[in-house]
């Protein structure tokens, strides 16, 4: 088992950026991925980004450019760099971790982009 809590989220007018993190309870080394997923209102939660042990990333389409996931299995801890931010954007962020064929989800962490 593994906890994880996301934080970092806000309201952000559009063109600025925020920093998501994802602290779990126990060290990542053990993780064969860990992702962003995100559901804004009234749509499907979507893949926002991953990252795998060996780090290699990939991103949905709509965020490349501006979005970068990074982890340190040190820290315990992913973060999403999110610049340049628009309106549909806004989202409840969730952290997920992917071991031994189960996965993890965090509890979520609201992104509102409003001007």
């Known amino acids: 088992q593994v906890q994880l809590v996301e934080s970092g989220g806000g309201l952000v007018q559009p063109g600025e950026s925020m920093r998501l993190s994802c602290a779990a309870s126990?060290?990542?080394?053990?993780?064969?991925?860990m992702a962003w997923y995100r559901q804004g209102p009234g749509k499907q939660r979507e893949l926002v980004a991953r990252i795998t042990s060996d780090g290699s990333t990939s991103y949905a389409d709509s965020v490349k450019g501006r979005f970068t996931i990074s982890r340190n299995n040190w820290k315990n801890a992913m973060y999403l760099q999110m610049n340049s931010l628009k309106p549909e954007d806004t989202a409840v962020y969730y952290c997920n971790a992917l071991e031994d064929g189960t996965d993890y989800w965090g509890e979520g962490t609201l992104v509102t982009v409003s001007s």
């Open positions: 126990r060290s990542l080394f053990g993780m064969a991925a």
